[in-house]
């Protein structure tokens, strides 16, 4: 087999379209997003694509549920701008927004729209753990706790797909050295375990599912 050949399987693996059935293709003829959706759903995560061409999303469904669980449960303790991370990652994986999400983000849209609603929909969509009381303090907690998203998957996805990597340290060299994520190990280490810190708190009940608890249990084989 030649390089030309290869080249066109691995096209042809990465390409929705080689694989929508009828319906799908039907589907994609309105919006290609829903037929992509449809392909996923239709083979259980075995061919899901995103948004663009040839960006086929790795994440199993099982995976996404568990981010979003962590979302929700944020939500249910206060926290708005759950919401709006919750929203992100459903884009970005091309899904169609949970009942409880999509229910949480209509109200809170439809409170803002109110007449005598907030002002802003920074008083919409907030964190009782971003600090308010100047501008800059708030922006900058903004960033860290995106940041700290970004880089607590990174961490997770790295992690269960190497099995060679059996500490906190070697995770996180694997996540700088892939990704420019503007921080050093010390400051990505300080926000994976703040989103750890905080997921605790919510999922204390399932310490399994924690990032330092899997490679604990890892180095113990």
């Known amino acids: 087999m030649g390089d030309n050949d290869q080249q066109r399987i691995l096209n042809r693996l990465l390409d929705a379209e080689a694989h929508f059935n009828d319906e799908e293709r039907q589907l994609a003829k309105m919006e290609i997003a829903w037929a992509k959706a449809a392909l996923g ?3 259980w995560g075995g061919q899901r694509f995103g948004h663009g061409e040839r960006v086929r999303k790795m994440r199993s469904l099982l995976r996404v549920h568990e981010i979003l669980e962590v979302f929700r449960r944020r939500f249910e303790s206060g926290n708005t701008l759950a919401i709006l991370n919750a929203v992100a990652l459903c884009a970005d994986e091309n899904l169609p927004l949970p009942t ?11 409170a803002f729209l109110q007449p005598g609603g907030p002002l802003s929909l920074d008083a919409v969509f907030q964190s009782p753990n971003l600090p308010s009381d100047t501008p800059k303090k708030a922006a900058g907690a903004r960033l860290d706790w995106q940041l700290a998203g970004d880089l607590w998957l990174a961490a997770n996805d790295i992690a269960a797909s190497d099995d060679t990597l059996r500490s906190l340290d070697a995770v996180i060299d694997a996540v700088l050295s892939l990704g420019n994520y503007g921080v050093g190990k010390t400051k990505a280490r300080e926000l994976i375990l ?18 330092s608890r899997f490679l604990e249990k890892r180095r113990k084989r």
């Open 41 to 43: 759903f239709r083979t």
């Open 100 to 110: 409880w999400l999509a229910t949480a983000y209509q109200s809170a849209l439809q």
């Open 194 to 211: 703040m989103i750890e810190n905080n997921q605790h708190k919510l999922l204390g009940h399932q310490p399994s599912k924690h990032l």
